[in-house]
């Protein structure tokens, strides 16, 4: 049904608005038939750079190629791409049907090709029963599907989505969010998808470019940009709880030690930042004779003693925050059945080699090493 899809590459594009710089320099190319997902917080110019895709903004500088053709002479409907809003934006006094045509019809297709066309997309998307209904008459998923299949009756190269899950509540946001890469699946179309939320990111996205304040901070598959984020903003951006961190300094050997921590190499830095996620961590209850709890076998030895300040119960995880290392606060992923409490003395082992050292700069350097003089605190 669909047609080839289109890549889309863009090549240093750049947009102020006044003092403020939306999108700075971004290079990022974007394969046919690809879902690739942009995110970043509120006001990091995901939507500004969708838009830029779409030609809803004009650029300051750089290019923007759909397929193979320059589009930034090109107006937003000669571009081949089809928009999905977070506000559906239905017309209330029309039908499903009326709906899903419209496009066709302002384009001055009308009879049985455009009836086909819509009958077609509607089932593709299981609306066949409701063409006759109102939008007003559709529960929130079902106007979204609408809204998506205002845009698949146009045949567009490549899906550009705002945001499209933001108006749903969460049970809907994750059936939606499984019906559009079933879609993207069946489909194969290329898909361009904005979200502020790191999870959906990663759930959806085949890749992921991670934006902060204008710039492309990082772009890689979800396993890539969570097991090797390239600096502290992805890492601190992607993951829940957030990574855990510790403040390194060089000390007068050129070693740097942070908390308990004293890394045997000499570091050509004067500072750095220990990132460890919260599942890397493992503890141990200290029982009252001073022997670690080892029910759920064999663990590496500690690397350091912290209190419990707080377990959270999630179910199928515990979050286990602790006083320490140092003056940090990390928090702990363990079992659900970790019999552990606020209060306890825990051992805590860290998985050093899934662990990150960044740079002053933030940049990331690679896994930290083990650290030699490990002392208690
Ligand atoms: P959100 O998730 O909140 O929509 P975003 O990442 O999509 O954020 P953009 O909407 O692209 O961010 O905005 C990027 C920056 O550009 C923000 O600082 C925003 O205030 C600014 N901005 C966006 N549109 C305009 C505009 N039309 N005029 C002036 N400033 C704008």
């Known amino acids: 049904m669909m047609r080839e899809p289109r890549g889309v590459v863009l090549k240093g594009v750049h947009k102020r608005f006044g003092d403020v710089t939306a999108v700075a320099n971004v290079d990022l190319e974007i394969r046919p038939g690809e879902l690739m997902v942009l995110v970043g917080p509120s006001g990091c110019g995901k939507s500004t750079l969708l838009r830029l895709i779409a030609g809803l903004e004009e650029r300051d500088a750089g290019e923007v190629w759909i397929g193979d053709r320059c589009v930034d002479e090109i107006a937003p409907g000669g571009r081949d791409v089809a928009m999905v809003f977070q506000s559906y934006a239905l017309y209330p006094h029309m039908t499903v049907a009326e709906n899903l045509g419209f496009g066709l019809r302002v384009r001055g297709a009308r009879g049985p090709e455009a009836e086909g066309r819509v009958s077609e997309v509607a089932g593709v998307l299981g609306l066949a029963g409701l063409l006759s209904r109102r939008p007003g008459q559709l529960s929130g998923g079902q106007q979204q599907r609408v809204a998506l299949g205002r845009a698949m009756v146009r045949d567009p190269g490549v ?26 699946r069946r489909l194969g179309t290329t898909m361009i998808f904005v979200t502020h939320d790191q999870v959906e990111a990663l759930s959806l996205g ?27 903003f992805v890492a601190g951006f992607v993951g829940s709880p957030p990574i855990n961190r510790l403040h390194l300094v060089r000390d007068r050997e050129g070693r740097l030690a942070g908390g308990p921590f004293v890394f045997p190499e000499p570091f050509p830095h004067r500072e750095a930042t220990l990132g ?47 006083d320490g290392p140092g003056d940090a606060a990390w928090v702990a992923r363990a079992a659900p059945a970790l019999p552990v409490a606020a209060g306890d003395r825990v051992d805590v082992s860290v998985a050093w080699q899934r662990t990150h050292l960044f740079g002053p700069e933030g940049g990331r350097i690679g896994a930290a090493p083990r650290p030699g003089g490990a ?3």
């Not at 899950?165 to 049970?171: M, P, R």
């Not at 940009?225 to 502290?232: D, G, H, I, S, T």
């Open 276 to 322: 460890v996620r919260p599942e890397d961590l493992s503890v141990a209850v200290v029982a009252p004779d001073g022997s670690a709890d080892r029910r759920g076998g064999p663990r590496p030895p500690p690397e350091f003693t912290a209190t419990v300040l707080r377990v959270e119960s999630l179910g199928s995880e515990q979050r286990v925050h602790l």
């Open 206 to 232: 085949q890749r992921v470019a991670v934006m902060d304040r204008g710039r492309l901070q990082q772009v890689g598959t979800p396993h890539e940009v969570y097991q090797k984020p390239a600096n502290l």
């Open 159 to 184: 899906f550009l989505f705002d945001e499209p899950l933001s108006n749903l509540d969460a049970a809907l946001r994750l059936k939606t969010r499984d019906e559009i890469a079933t879609l993207h």
């Open 375 to 377: 002392t208690q605190p």
